[in-house]
């Protein structure tokens, strides 16, 4: 037997994601917190890393001759080169808390992006998600997350004129809710409940 709540995708409202992370962490068993925290956190991983990429349409202009682009109002002049280097610096964190039969995996970054020639592009990103696999008595078992991701829009599928190119800078915001719910009719037969929300804008 399957029970299937239908995804949800809203792009004009917001969800109140603070009030949200708020709750889920509430929801757990105070009782666990009694015991001792280095218990608790299992392999807890911050990092800190550093790379360098190559882009040989940043644009995504076709043709070999290089054009102006009209960037969110902004000429630029591409007639050096269509390609870009850009560095990243990013930092992040991975990690498992862990609390009776209750377990929370965290995993996020953060990081900015540097071009050395169309430098209009550097913008800071971000991907995280945090999960709580959660047990409720013999039967009850399941998860709910919260998702979260900003990153530049590729520069794909935007038009322009002959002459002029136009390239708008999207950054696009994505957040989500996800849970789900399984019971154990008997030892043989499960039923679950799954949905999703989403809410995604764009600056």
Do not use: C, H
């Not at 708008?168 to 009719?185: H, P, Y």
Request: glycine content about 10%; proline content about 1%.
């Amino acid at each position: 037997m399957l029970i299937r709540i239908i995804n949800v995708i809203n792009k004009g409202s917001s969800i109140n994601w603070l009030k949200f992370i708020s709750v889920l962490l509430a929801a757990l068993p105070l009782s666990g917190f009694a015991q001792d925290w280095s218990g608790l956190v299992r392999n807890l991983q911050p990092y800190v890393k550093a790379g360098a990429g190559y882009d040989s349409n940043l644009f995504r202009i076709s043709g070999s001759t290089p054009t102006t682009i009209d960037l969110n109002g902004t000429t630029i002049n591409t007639t050096k080169t269509l390609s870009d280097n850009f560095w990243t610096i990013e930092a992040g964190l991975d990690g498992e808390l862990q609390i009776n039969q209750q377990s929370i995996i965290i995993a996020g970054n953060l990081f900015r992006n540097l071009y050395d020639t169309y430098d209009d592009n550097n913008y800071t990103g971000a991907d995280g998600n945090v999960t709580w696999n959660w047990v409720l008595g013999d039967r009850w078992d399941g998860e709910l997350g919260y998702l979260y991701s900003r990153n530049l829009q590729d520069y794909a599928n935007q038009g322009g004129s002959t002459l002029v190119n136009s390239r708008t800078k999207n950054i696009r915001t994505r957040q989500s809710v996800v849970g789900r719910a399984n019971f154990d009719v008997t030892r043989n037969w499960r039923v679950y409940a799954r949905g999703k929300l989403t809410d995604v804008t764009f600056s």
